[in-house]
């Protein structure tokens, strides 16, 4: 590359050269400046004036010769028709059989070799699907296991926020039953309370009584002939509402076993927490009499029928 280099230099060097020497061929010879004539001569005595030497003009520098055209390359003499290739044939020298039998054995190592590294990669490879598989079972029980902890977590979750609720919520019940004589007629009153921390919300109770001829059908529709009572109860408050008059004609009839006589209410109310459900509570009573009008009588009251329950026990029925 350096030798082009310093060609290349060389070759724009003679050119630049040879430019500059066409240039000063083609300039025009500059005119000859005239020479003044001498001066007359004066009278008196008078000197002469130094001539100045007259200084011939610089010699012109030798022109170069123009470079000689380059010389036409000599003709090419036509190429005799080459001969067709002959063709060789490279005959291998016959081996031996100790050649043979060691290029036979190292056929049979490489084979061997070869073998041996095929079966590597199969166990390797194997053993990779194994190692894989049971990574996936791994991570498949694995995600199984964190699925039934998180299940189980929100279920604790979920029953421990039920379990608060139903602790600190508004919850009704029948703490006593009371009776009292009330001219000819006998009071009953179901004495409510709140066990609950909160208070409770749009409170209506509805109570009714009946005497019957024997048991109460399995059927029977316990209706209400009067409108619910509303009533706030706040936390464990107590409050006697729901109270009926029952004629002492019945009371006697009872204690001679002529009717039986039944007391049944309902509850209904909200609590304070949001998205709750409304709750009721149902009883039904049946009232044994016995001893004498008007002021010697004794009521027992004694659970009858499936008519109660709460909303607590609907709800684990369905």
């Excluded at 004498?292 to 004794?298: E, N």
Aim: hydrophobic share 35%.
């Amino acid at each position: 590359m350096a030798l082009s280099l310093v060609s290349t230099g060389a070759v724009d060097a003679q050119s630049q050269q040879s430019q500059q020497q066409r240039r000063r061929q083609q300039q025009p010879e500059p005119p000859a400046q005239p020479v003044p004539p001498p001066a007359a001569p004066q009278a008196g005595p008078q000197t002469a004036p130094p001539i100045a030497p007259q200084t011939a003009p610089p010699p012109e520098p030798p022109r170069p010769a123009p470079p000689p055209p380059p010389a036409a390359p000599p003709p090419v003499p036509p190429r005799a028709a080459e001969p067709a290739p002959v063709p060789v044939r490279i005959v291998e020298p016959a081996k031996s059989a100790e050649q043979l039998a060691r290029e036979r054995e190292e056929r049979e190592a490489e084979r061997e070799e070869r073998a041996t590294f095929n079966n590597r990669l199969l166990i390797y490879s194997g053993l990779l699907v194994a190692v894989g598989a049971l990574l996936s079972v791994a991570f498949l029980l694995q995600t199984l296991y964190l699925l039934f902890a998180l299940r189980a977590m929100r279920k604790a979750a979920h029953r421990a926020e039920r379990n608060m609720t139903t602790a600190q919520r508004a919850f009704l019940y029948i703490g006593a039953m009371t009776w009292s004589p009330a001219g000819a007629n006998v009071k009953i009153s179901p004495a409510w309370g709140n066990s609950g921390t909160t208070p409770t919300r749009n409170l209506r109770i509805s109570t009714n009584w009946k005497t019957s001829h024997g048991e109460l059908p399995a059927d029977f529709v316990f209706t209400y002939a009067r409108a619910p009572e509303r009533l706030f109860l706040g936390p464990n408050g107590r409050a006697d509402v729901g109270s009926v008059l029952i004629p002492m004609r019945d009371i006697q009839a009872a204690i001679e076993d002529r009717v039986n006589l039944y007391f049944w209410g309902r509850a209904t109310y909200e609590d304070m927490f949001e998205g709750s459900e409304p709750h009721f509570i149902e009883f039904c009573y049946r009232l044994d009499v016995s001893g004498a009008t008007p002021d010697k009588i004794t009521l027992v009251f004694t659970h009858y029928g499936s008519h109660n329950r709460s909303d607590e026990d609907s709800q684990r029925a369905t």
